[in-house]
């Protein structure tokens, strides 16, 4: 019979995360640095769905429309994770939410295991000198992957959140003449893989290579310590699709992404 818990274990939820540690690696991420809240499902002793309960909503796993009551008065900014998982919880949650402004299904999902020839650029981890330079950048790559404005929304947040980046070492880019030629940062980093968010070029630098160049040698130096990189993008963006696969990068999933706020 299945049952809620509230909350598992981090060695049940580490566990459930091993089968699955690129879709679930913002899970395990989580649950490794004690943030947030997390509700699960168990039968016969092991956890058979899981759901992060936190600005956002993440779920996984089967059976997470058993959740809805735990995770139903939360009001997230998005419900984001594994394609199926999230419809099942979001067709259990859904009238006690607004309608989204967004709704993103088919989002794919990339991963990379043999690193890429080294591209020879500049990329280098970002440093809290840096931190003026990346603010905007970083808003304008939120702004256009999410469609809302976080840095006019709350500055002070997003400016200390861009800072908690860099001081995470989670914060990579490429600088020339004072212009940021590429930037990435990571969202989730575990001892099996690190997921990437904000791959980004200013729009007026776009079709010149540095993209492609840059996010070679950032999975050079990152697969020297996980055995996998990974990422997911907007089904629509054919240029992010081309350049993920032009560097080795594979399908393997689709999430769906509901945004609120």
Same mark, same amino acid.
């Given at each position: 019979?299945?049952?809620?818990?509230?909350?598992?274990?981090?060695?049940?939820?580490?566990?459930?995360?091993?089968?699955?540690?690129?879709?679930?690696?913002?899970?395990?991420?989580?649950?490794?640095?004690?943030?947030?809240?997390?509700?699960?499902?168990?039968?016969?002793?092991?956890?058979?769905?899981?759901?992060?309960?936190?600005?956002?909503?993440?779920?996984?796993?089967?059976?997470?429309?058993?959740?809805?009551?735990?995770?139903?008065?939360? /009001? %997230?900014?998005?419900? @984001?994770? !594994?394609?199926? #998982?999230?419809?099942?919880?979001? *067709?259990?949650?859904? &009238?006690?939410?607004?309608?989204?402004?967004?709704? /993103? %299904?088919?989002?794919? @999902?990339? !991963?990379?295991? #043999?690193?890429?020839?080294?591209? *020879?650029?500049?990329? &280098?981890?970002?440093?809290?000198?840096?931190?003026?330079?990346?603010?905007?950048?970083?808003?304008?790559?939120?702004?256009?992957?999410?469609?809302?404005?976080?840095?006019? &929304?709350?500055?002070?947040?997003?400016?200390?959140?861009?800072?908690?980046?860099?001081?995470?070492?989670?914060?990579?880019?490429?600088?020339?003449?004072?212009?940021?030629?590429?930037?990435?940062?990571?969202?989730?980093?575990?001892?099996?893989?690190?997921?990437?968010?904000?791959?980004?070029?200013?729009?007026?630098?776009?079709?010149?290579?540095?993209?492609?160049?840059?996010?070679?040698?950032?999975?050079?130096?990152?697969?020297?310590?996980?055995?996998?990189?990974?990422?997911?993008?907007?089904?629509?963006?054919?240029?992010?699709?081309?350049?993920?696969?032009?560097?080795?990068?594979?399908?393997?999933?689709?999430?769906?992404?509901?945004?609120?706020?």
């Amino acid at each position: 019979m299945a049952t809620v818990v509230d909350p598992p274990t981090l060695e049940a939820i580490l566990d459930f995360c091993a089968a699955e540690p690129i879709e679930r690696v913002f899970l395990e991420d989580i649950a490794r640095r004690g943030l947030g809240r997390f509700v699960a499902v168990e039968e016969h002793g092991r956890l058979t769905a899981l759901c992060h309960a936190g600005a956002n909503l993440v779920p996984s796993g089967t059976g997470v429309a058993v959740l809805a009551k735990a995770v139903g008065r939360s /009001r %997230p900014r998005m419900i @984001v994770g !594994e394609e199926r #998982a999230v419809g099942e919880l979001w *067709g259990a949650i859904r &009238r006690t939410l607004p309608v989204p402004l967004e709704d /993103r %299904p088919g989002q794919p @999902v990339f !991963e990379l295991e #043999a690193p890429p020839p080294p591209a *020879g650029t500049g990329l &280098r981890a970002a440093t809290l000198d840096d931190l003026d330079l990346l603010v905007p950048a970083c808003a304008a790559a939120y702004l256009e992957e999410v469609g809302i404005d976080a840095c006019a &929304r709350d500055p002070d947040l997003f400016r200390w959140r861009t800072r908690s980046q860099i001081e995470l070492g989670r914060s990579w880019l490429w600088v020339e003449a004072g212009r940021i030629r590429f930037k990435a940062e990571a969202s989730a980093w575990t001892p099996l893989a690190i997921q990437l968010q904000q791959v980004w070029v200013d729009p007026e630098d776009r079709g010149r290579g540095y993209a492609k160049r840059a996010l070679a040698d950032l999975c050079v130096v990152l697969l020297s310590r996980v055995p996998a990189v990974c990422l997911f993008a907007r089904s629509e963006n054919a240029p992010a699709l081309a350049l993920y696969a032009s560097i080795g990068m594979r399908r393997t999933l689709s999430y769906r992404s509901l945004i609120f706020a």
